[in-house]
């Protein structure tokens, strides 16, 4: 079966990309000074490919469980539209040359930071983290949360503690998020061996975790607001949307269908993005 550009375009995650790319860009707006529009548009492209690059490794490494679950069994890899070699060679090309590509025409530090979030999705989550610990999604998360700091580094070249405020948003919105989507898919886990909360610590636990990280998740997606990194726009969104969170949270934790954790699996998408996208949009108006 000859592989088809779109089964390229499956390895890169589009979905989970996406998210990623937009966190991104609000870390890039949101940084001080400026940047010019053509460099702005590369740094974004760069985190875009090197996003999908460690989608592509991360599929290629767990090629053998995904044919294995229901959620996953249609990848381009378990379903023979596409072997390992094409998959790794196609992942390892786009890392290179999105990490070459940002340190040649934006800066070192932002290539040098894209560089370790890949590593750190590829080696340290999917290789090893994922299929020996509880705590894969927790840890791993770290690689999902710096984009917005690689586009605060792309502009300013340096760090400072704005961008590290928006990693430890999605760092701590990560556990509940995923933690909500495996309760419902514990049986795919399960069947493949991979240590998800549910499947080592059961789901009462699950739902208990759920609830604490979303009680330290959603007053910590204030702070913008309340340390004048933001303006009153994203405080009123923050709060209002936190309270729903917690609200989802609080029915997790006192239900047992899957119908609760499946609403707030949904709703924690457009959580993290209603807060990206209220703050973006106070950079742009002017209005923070």
């Known amino acids: 079966m000859e592989p088809r550009v779109a089964d390229y375009l499956a390895l890169l995650k589009p979905r989970v990309m996406s998210l990623v790319v937009f966190t991104g860009l609000v870390g890039l707006v949101a940084a001080p000074g400026g940047i010019h529009p053509v460099l702005g548009l590369l740094a974004i492209l760069c985190i875009a490919v090197g996003a999908g690059a460690s989608g592509a ?57 894209l560089a370790f979030t890949i590593a750190f999705y590829v080696l340290v989550y999917t290789m090893w983290l994922k ?43 990560t556990p509940p998020h995923f933690w909500a989507l495996s309760l ?23 739902r208990k975790q759920i609830l604490i ?7 910590l997606a204030v702070l913008p607001a309340a340390l004048g990194m933001a303006g009153w726009l994203y405080g009123a969104f923050a709060v209002a949307s936190g309270v729903w969170f917690l609200y989802l949270a609080l029915r997790v934790w006192r239900g047992e269908d899957m119908i609760q954790p499946r609403r707030l699996f949904l709703f924690s998408i457009f959580y993290l993005f209603g807060l990206f996208a209220t703050l973006l949009a106070e950079k742009l108006l002017g209005l923070s």
């Open 57 to 113: 490794l991360n599929m290629w490494y767990d090629a053998d469980i995904d044919a294995r679950m229901t959620r996953t069994m249609g990848r381009p890899i378990p379903s023979g539209r596409l072997n390992d070699r094409e998959a790794l060679g196609f992942g390892m090309a786009l890392s290179v040359g999105s990490v070459i590509v940002l340190g040649l025409f934006v800066n070192v530090l932002s290539a040098a930071l």
């Open 131 to 173: 299929r020996r610990t509880v705590h894969n999604i927790v840890i791993g998360g770290a690689a999902g949360a710096l984009p917005p700091v690689i586009g605060w580094a792309a502009v300013t070249g340096s760090v400072t503690w704005e961008p590290l405020l928006l990693f430890a948003i999605i760092f701590m919105w």
């Open 184 to 206: 419902f898919a514990k049986g795919d886990y399960e069947r493949v061996g991979v240590p998800m909360l549910p499947v080592v610590a059961g789901p009462r636990e699950t």
């Open 213 to 219: 990280y979303s009680l330290l998740v959603t007053p």
